[in-house]
């Protein structure tokens, strides 16, 4: 790994304080060996076990055909958005790095597949261009967390640009809605309307510093940084598993990354809901007089 990078081992667990001001300033960070995490880990090795029907998953494109994989791979992904012990799984260890989950908002409990062949890529399940997830978001006290499934290697895995960090790179967030998107999904589900803001001219991923950590391990980071999939020709699908979070603590303390080059018009609060409770992140960005209530206080 790249030295300009500001990879940290971080401990845990860790207050949500600080580690939103290593987070916010471009740190990534790696909380290792988790329990909580290897208890999420066989939990999810379980279900994809069980829809793609093969012991070892990432093989499941070679053994199936494209669409029956596509099928069940989709199956997979949901069954895991909706899936009631992986939720349970995903606060043990946000708790467990010394998330508060009261204050947490989070978007949904995602299963990654980021096949190799290209006959198995579908919209979503391929691999991403370099973006910042908040071109679309639009907000910067966003956090990312990632974490694999089954092991990777430097040529399936994520990566950062940790070079553009704090540098503008030209792109489509002011152009891209998604509403729209969302619109032009339902009257046609093979739309080109991309899923999310792009570069105007993408940073060739092989500039980009691949993250390889171990199942049991969890990365967090901005949403800020320039990320991407690392291009996977390995002939073994990669299955990781994410989420993205906001914390009414960082709102309420004006924690954030800095806006170096998003342009979009309007935040997605909408996307985030309370982890405990399910209420939307917009009830508390647009509440009483604009003013966000402490997280801590039961007064609704």
């Not at 379980?46 to 669409?67: F, V």
């Not at 967390?145 to 290697?153: D, E, R």
């Not at 399910?278 to 509440?287: A, Q």
């Amino acid at each position: 790994m790249s030295d300009s990078l500001d990879l940290r081992y971080a401990s845990s667990p860790e207050s949500d304080g600080d580690r939103a001001d290593a987070i916010f300033s471009g740190a990534v960070l790696i909380y290792r060996a988790l329990p909580a995490m290897h208890e999420l880990v066989d939990c999810l090795r379980e279900i994809t076990r069980q829809e793609l029907g093969l012991s070892d998953p990432c093989l499941a494109e070679s053994e199936l055909e494209s669409a029956d994989f596509r099928h069940r791979a989709a199956c997979a992904r949901q069954i895991v958005r909706e899936n009631d012990e992986v939720a349970r799984l995903y606060k043990a260890v946000l708790l467990e790095v010394g998330v508060d989950l009261a204050a947490i908002f989070y978007d949904h409990f995602k299963l990654r597949i980021q096949p190799s062949h290209d006959s198995s890529r579908t919209r979503y399940m391929r691999d991403l261009p370099a973006h910042r997830d908040t071109w679309g978001s639009n907000i910067h006290a966003q956090i990312n967390w990632w974490a694999p499934i089954w092991p990777v290697k430097p040529d399936r895995t994520i990566g950062m640009f940790p070079a553009l960090w704090n540098v503008p790179v030209e792109n489509t967030s002011a152009e891209w809605n998604y509403r729209e998107f969302m619109e032009q999904l339902r009257a046609d589900k093979n739309t080109d309307y991309p899923i999310l803001p792009q570069c105007v001219e993408p940073p060739s991923p092989s500039k980009a510093v691949p993250i390889v950590i171990d199942p049991g391990d969890i990365l967090a980071f901005s949403g800020a940084h320039l990320h991407c999939s690392i291009p996977n020709q390995s002939g073994v699908a990669r299955i990781s598993t994410e989420t993205r979070t906001v914390s009414a603590h960082d709102l309420l303390h004006s924690r954030a990354a800095k806006n170096v080059d998003c342009n979009a018009l309007d935040s997605q609060f909408d996307w985030f809901r309370n982890i405990e409770t399910g209420e939307p992140l917009t009830r508390y960005v647009l509440g009483r007089e604009n003013k966000l209530p402490d997280p801590t206080d039961p007064t609704p």
